[in-house]
């Protein structure tokens, strides 16, 4: 095991350090000139010996102020020198070669000069120390070698100062390698720590913790989206504010739906900031994971998971992809990754898909995301393959800034159905990421979508985040029919059966329920 073997950091003087150690300067000055004044008289072995005393204190706290003794010597150098021509000047004075008052103003403004370069230098010295010396503080998931121990990891983070804990408790963690991997963060002792941790020979990767945040919601305020007429088999009194169904062709996926038995009761998760599972609209289709993610302070999630499993046909509210038949098909529940703020780190989102597929998740929803430092997503991709393993799909969001989806986490985690957002007129909307780089690409409506928000309310809002719970509640009702569905099989029908537009290439085929039913079930 080797490491780079550090110089100790700079002792830093506190200011009470600094004030006393100017203030013996000054007071052994001053002992050295009333030394020279009374030379000839009884008490000057007093002054002589206050002004040594003075000159041995200056010494001690100058090698104090320093962790290696070979750089007190610049300093005692510079204080003897300033010690020697106070008493050059004041033997001047003594000789009458200058005035009493001459000597004053020339011992006053050497140390005004010396004090004012002092503040320079270190002003000078704290922008280098803050620019190079003292590194950014970090957030890292730090892959170890399977079945290595983690104890050179935890030796470098002591040395380092870095907090290390372990990141992920899959259930099932001989059937991944997420439980090898650990947050390291902190402020660093050094600048160069990744050249450190490169060195040890159990860490076989490592990537930032990247910051996540929901994507933002979009009022689409300048551009009223008209109310449609459809004429809807279901009584859901807001149908007329969703333009979304008349694209979707949602009647004729409700009669064909009407029609099925389902297999089970698939599971969709919404990983977000929460649901509130007390919704008029959502109580009914909503099953509890923990009772700490029943609620939405921020009302993200709750529009989400209303778009994909509202309870359709109840006389309330709206109509979902849940479908309307008899026999319930989709359960909606939350796994809260997002503050109360809408913000997360990857290892919360990641750790929430493990618990999410552990809990039984059939499809997982992510209506959130980042900017990526780098394309290769290694984590998300670790976590996306477990949740295949456990027989889940994970769909997430472009991203709402008109760039390249690929530039995006989780969006460009190799194994996930990424979702892109249209609007009205089936063109890509102006916010949405594009995904032509995207290895698994649909889109799906998301300007002016209208859906559940906390406290019995509902609102439209738009982004790729209303987007993809449209995907994540259609493929939550195929995995009920077929719960062998795996996610290239459902990423093949909605892509063949999607419907092309004049922006396909850059936003992906848009989804059409009705025709991916019935695919899957010939």
């Known amino acids: 095991?080797?490491?780079?073997?550090?110089?100790?950091?700079?002792?830093?003087?506190?200011?009470?350090?600094?004030?006393?150690?100017?203030?013996?300067?000054?007071?052994?000055?001053?002992?050295?000139?009333?030394?020279?004044?009374?030379?000839?008289?009884?008490?000057?072995?007093?002054?002589?010996?206050?002004?040594?005393?003075?000159?041995?204190?200056?010494?001690?706290?100058?090698?104090?102020?320093?962790?290696?003794?070979?750089n007190a010597f610049p300093k005692i150098l510079k204080d003897f020198i300033m010690l020697g021509m106070v008493g050059f000047v004041q033997s001047m004075a003594v000789r009458k070669q200058i005035s009493v008052w001459s000597a004053v103003i020339l011992i006053f403004a050497m140390f005004a000069a010396v004090h004012y370069l002092e503040q320079l230098i270190e002003v000078e010295e704290g922008k280098a120390l803050t620019q190079k010396d003292i590194p950014a503080a970090i957030s890292q998931l730090v892959e170890v070698k399977e079945g290595a121990t983690f104890d050179e990891l935890e030796d470098f983070a002591a040395r380092q100062r870095l907090e290390l804990e372990r990141a992920f408790f899959p259930e099932a963690a001989s059937e991944t390698l997420l439980d090898n991997y650990f947050v390291l963060s902190g402020t660093p002792a050094n600048s160069d720590w990744e050249a450190a941790l490169a060195t040890l020979p159990t860490v076989t990767y490592w990537e930032p913790n990247e910051t996540i945040q929901v994507e933002p919601f979009i009022d689409p305020v300048e551009t009223k989206i008209p109310a449609t007429t459809n004429s809807l088999s279901i009584n859901d009194p807001f149908t007329s504010e969703q333009w979304a169904m008349e694209v979707l062709h949602m009647d004729e996926y409700y009669?064909?739906?009407?029609?099925?038995?389902?297999?089970?009761?698939?599971?969709?998760?919404?990983?977000?900031?929460?649901?509130?599972?007390?919704?008029?609209?959502?109580?009914?289709?909503?099953?509890?994971?923990?009772?700490?993610?029943?609620?939405?302070?921020?009302?993200?999630?709750?529009?989400?998971?209303?778009i994909a499993a509202g309870v359709t046909n109840n006389g309330l509210g709206i109509g979902s992809l849940a479908g309307s038949g008899d026999s319930p098909f989709v359960a909606v529940s939350s796994v809260k990754v997002l503050s109360s703020g809408g913000m997360g780190t990857q290892k919360t989102i990641i750790a929430g898909i493990i618990e999410a597929v552990d809990e039984g998740a059939d499809v997982v929803s992510l209506s959130l995301g980042g900017r990526s430092t780098q394309s290769s997503q290694r984590a998300y991709s670790a976590a996306v393959e477990y949740a295949h393993k456990r027989g889940a799909i994970v769909v997430a969001a472009a991203g709402n800034s008109n760039r390249d989806a690929k530039d995006f986490a989780p969006a460009n985690a190799k194994g996930i159905i990424t979702v892109s957002a249209i609007d009205q007129l089936l063109l890509r909307a102006p916010f949405s990421n594009?995904?032509?780089?995207?290895?698994?690409?649909?889109?799906?409506?998301?300007?002016?979508?209208?859906?559940?928000?906390?406290?019995?309310?509902?609102?439209?809002?738009?982004?790729?985040?209303?987007?993809?719970?449209?995907?994540?509640?259609?493929?939550?009702?195929?995995?009920?029919?077929?719960?062998?569905?795996?996610?290239?099989?459902?990423?093949?029908?909605?892509?063949?059966?999607?419907?092309?537009?004049?922006?396909?290439?850059?936003t992906g085929r848009i989804v059409q329920p009705a025709a991916a039913l019935a695919a899957l079930l010939r």
């Not at 150690?21 to 000055?29: G, I, K, P, V």
């Not at 509130?276 to 999630?301: Q, W």
């Not at 009702?477 to 459902?490: E, I, N, Q, Y």
């Open 1 to 70: 095991m080797t490491y780079v073997d550090y110089p100790t950091p700079r002792r830093r003087q506190s200011p009470i350090f600094k004030k006393i150690y100017r203030s013996m300067l000054l007071l052994t000055a001053l002992a050295l000139s009333i030394w020279f004044w009374r030379r000839n008289l009884k008490d000057a072995f007093l002054w002589m010996t206050l002004t040594y005393l003075g000159v041995g204190l200056i010494a001690w706290a100058d090698f104090s102020s320093v962790s290696v003794a070979a």
């Open 255 to 306: 009669q064909l739906l009407h029609r099925q038995t389902p297999r089970k009761m698939a599971r969709v998760v919404i990983l977000d900031t929460g649901i509130d599972g007390d919704h008029e609209d959502l109580v009914d289709n909503y099953t509890s994971i923990e009772s700490k993610y029943d609620n939405d302070p921020h009302g993200h999630g709750t529009h989400c998971a209303g």
């Open 434 to 506: 594009r995904t032509e780089n995207i290895q698994m690409a649909i889109a799906a409506p998301g300007v002016g979508i209208y859906s559940t928000i906390p406290g019995n309310g509902y609102k439209s809002y738009s982004g790729t985040s209303m987007a993809c719970p449209f995907v994540a509640g259609l493929l939550g009702v195929m995995k009920s029919l077929d719960p062998d569905l795996d996610h290239r099989r459902a990423y093949a029908l909605l892509h063949n059966t999607g419907r092309e537009s004049t922006e396909t290439r850059i």
